[in-house]
């Protein structure tokens, strides 16, 4: 690694935030690069073209914050969760260690859960639930991809793993969010984005809640697939690759964009996806 002002150890004498509590991204060299982790309470945005190892970084995440106790909410739009299951086990994280609850399901947990689960059929459960209650008043009915069904179904989570302060103000402890992503609530409407992100956050941010939320790149613009989520965001992990045509192989990247009360490492880094390991990330002037 280079000895320039923008290397990790340069920064790091810099002076640190003691006083802020952070968060383990559950990937070594991120967390070096962010001061030790995440300012807890922040919504991190992970954003990127598909293949660049968004849904890895969450998994990622997610797994630090079981190995540390934390409780997880779990949203996947792109695919089930068991699919998230086996890949994650292929990167030596096995979720069913823990004791996992799916939204979807009709019976209550046994006993409290370390993960719940919202999938494309829980929130189908959840959208029903609130259109019938609704619709005896007269009311809207709501869709599986509505921002409201988000915030019912990530609400219900809360009060399943038995966090949700009276009242439904808050949580009483610290919950690790993971949303991948978030793009799919507004694909059909991406103008709508930044007024479903700011729904969203007046919704659900909390202090005693982190959160992962990511933004899908278009292939064709290679911009965020709407606009607004990045303004809303405390952090923005921004992952990209190589035009593979020209360079005849895969090349990820990872960079820090922002990352509020951090004084966070700004090259980027090479990502190499390893089985067994998961993410790892290197210096681009130490590749080689």
């Known amino acids: 690694m280079s000895s320039s002002d923008t290397s990790l150890d340069t920064q790091k ?10 968060v383990s991204t559950g990937v070594r060299e991120l967390d070096e690069a962010t001061e030790g982790g995440i300012p807890r309470g922040s919504w991190v945005v992970v954003t990127g073209e598909p293949g660049t190892g968004k849904s890895i970084l969450c998994m990622h995440f997610a797994w630090a914050g079981l190995k540390a106790r934390d409780p997880v909410v779990y ?21 069913e260690s823990y004791s996992i609850f799916d939204i979807s399901s009709s019976r209550e947990p046994g006993e409290t859960p370390q993960i719940v689960v919202i999938d494309i059929f829980g929130l189908l459960k959840v959208a029903r639930q609130m259109s019938e209650e609704q619709g005896e008043a007269g009311g809207r009915r709501f869709a599986i991809l509505d921002i409201q069904t988000l915030v019912a179904a990530i609400r219900e989570s809360y009060r399943i793993l038995g966090v949700l302060r009276e009242g439904g103000k808050g949580v009483t402890r610290h919950v690790r969010l993971v949303i991948d992503s978030l793009s799919a609530f507004w694909a059909d409407k991406p103008a709508m ?5 700011y729904e969203l956050k ?14 899908q790149y278009a292939m064709t613009t290679k911009s965020t697939f709407g606009f607004g989520l990045e303004h809303i965001a405390d952090g923005v992990f921004h992952l990209w690759m190589e035009d593979v ?18 004084n966070h490492y700004r090259k980027a880094f090479k990502v ?7 993410i790892k990330l290197l210096a681009v002037e130490d590749r080689g």
Not at 75 to 94: H, K, P, S
Not at 250 to 260: G, P
């Open 13 to 22: 004498k810099r002076g640190t935030h003691e006083e802020v509590v952070r």
């Open 75 to 95: 949203v996947t739009t792109e695919a089930e969760f068991r699919d998230v299951i086996r890949q994650a086990r292929q990167f030596g994280m096995d979720f």
């Open 193 to 197: 984005a930044r007024k479903y992100s």
């Open 202 to 215: 007046v919704a659900i941010h909390r202090e005693n809640v982190t959160a992962y939320l990511v933004s």
């Open 245 to 262: 045509e020209r360079v005849g192989e895969v090349r990820r990247y990872l960079i820090i964009k922002k990352l509020r009360m951090t």
């Open 272 to 278: 190499e996806i390893v089985p067994g390991q998961g």
